[in-house]
């Protein structure tokens, strides 16, 4: 297990050696049970997420608090209403976004997504269309998906997904289903597993919401 300095070093040195990061205002706290903190401020909201996903990189690191904020120099009059102009045509051109299926507001800066959807990555799909868009300070993506199918369905496609993965230990994750929502239990190795069990639950029709309450395990106490 890595001390809590050596963590803190590792995320700040991967966060200085990622292109898409401005480290210069951004601080990192640790602890040696792998909670690690990122907080200050940076200039877009795009820059927020790829701290967050450095940080993700890093050995050790098990939860993420990103207090990171977004602070824009020389907020443009009318920004808002830029914003909700260009977040409509954004989804408008995304092909996988159902037409007038997402209604957006805007309050400063900060985007607010609405509506009812079939698929999950619809939802993802309009969340995407409009996060790198110019003076965004971040995104409330309150869209719901419709369920379509039951649980008992959803549980046993989310299995089968699991089992024909090459990433996942599927012996290792425990499924468990309420209607729509899917809470996801048990150990993995990695984030890039943690993160491929979560995406796999959302890939089943039906599915609401997903709780991952995986664990990263210590490679040694596995």
């Known amino acids: 297990m890595r001390t809590a300095e050596r963590l803190q070093n590792d995320v700040l040195d991967e966060l200085g050696f990622d292109p898409m990061v401005d480290s210069s205002e951004i601080g990192v706290t640790a602890t040696a049970e792998g909670v690690v ?11 927020r997420r790829a701290a967050e996903r450095a940080a993700k990189r890093v050995a050790g690191v098990k939860a993420i608090a990103n207090d990171i904020e977004v602070k824009l120099a020389g907020r443009p009059e009318h920004a808002d209403t830029s914003i909700a102009e260009a977040a409509l045509r954004a989804l408008n051109w995304a092909s996988s976004v159902p037409r007038e299926a997402v209604s957006v507001s805007v309050s400063d800066g900060w985007v607010r997504l609405d509506g009812e959807v079939d698929w999950n990555h619809q939802r993802t799909a309009a969340e995407q269309a409009v996060r790198d868009l110019r003076d965004v300070n971040g995104i409330s993506n309150n869209i719901a998906v419709k369920p379509k199918v039951s649980a008992k369905d959803i549980r046993s496609k989310i299995e089968s997904a699991f089992k024909r993965s090459a990433q996942l230990d599927a012996d290792r994750i425990t499924v468990k289903t309420d209607g729509g929502k899917v ?11 943690l993160e491929e069990a979560e995406e796999a639950a959302w890939a089943a029709p039906g599915v609401t919401d997903v709780e991952n309450l995986l664990v990263v395990a210590d490679p040694a106490f596995a």
């Open 37 to 47: 903190t990122l907080d200050g401020r940076v200039r877009e909201y795009t820059q």
């Open 183 to 193: 809470t996801l239990q048990g150990r993995v190795h990695s984030w890039s597993e």
